[in-house]
């Protein structure tokens, strides 16, 4: 059994800052990227930013600049830091791993529950 949880979500005001967490826990045996997810309301869900084992990052071009990414293989942990928040910002983020469970299995995605984001005032 493989769990992701998030934690960090919650309410911000416009220009705030947050960050969010996540760890994964179970039976794996390799990690190929994590990363981060959204979906508001009425939307697709969609990538906000990953970062592969190697360290490689990649952004969506909307939070470029705001949000970093970061990753703990070892602790297989993976954390984003929002800054300069903006009401366009708010959304459920789920935490997505790209997880091998054992030798030789290919890697599968992993989600975890998802944390809210408000960015109100």
């Known amino acids: 059994q493989v769990q992701l949880v998030e934690s960090g979500g919650g309410l911000v005001q416009p220009g705030g800052s947050l960050r969010l967490s996540c760890a994964a826990s179970g039976s794996i045996f390799s990690i190929n990227a994590m990363g981060w997810y959204r979906q508001a309301p009425g939307k697709q869900r969609e990538l906000v930013a990953s970062?592969?084992?190697?360290?490689?990052?990649n952004y969506a071009t909307s939070v470029k600049g705001r949000f970093t990414i970061s990753g703990d293989n070892a602790k297989k942990m993976v954390s984003l830091q929002m800054n300069s928040l903006k009401p366009e910002d708010m959304a459920v983020y789920y935490c997505?791993?790209?997880?091998?469970?054992?030798?030789?299995?290919?890697?599968?995605?992993?989600w975890g529950q998802g944390t809210q984001v408000t960015v109100s005032s």
């Open positions: 997505n791993g790209q997880l091998a469970r054992r030798y030789g299995s290919g890697y599968s995605d992993y």
């Open positions: 970062i592969t084992s190697g360290g490689r990052t």
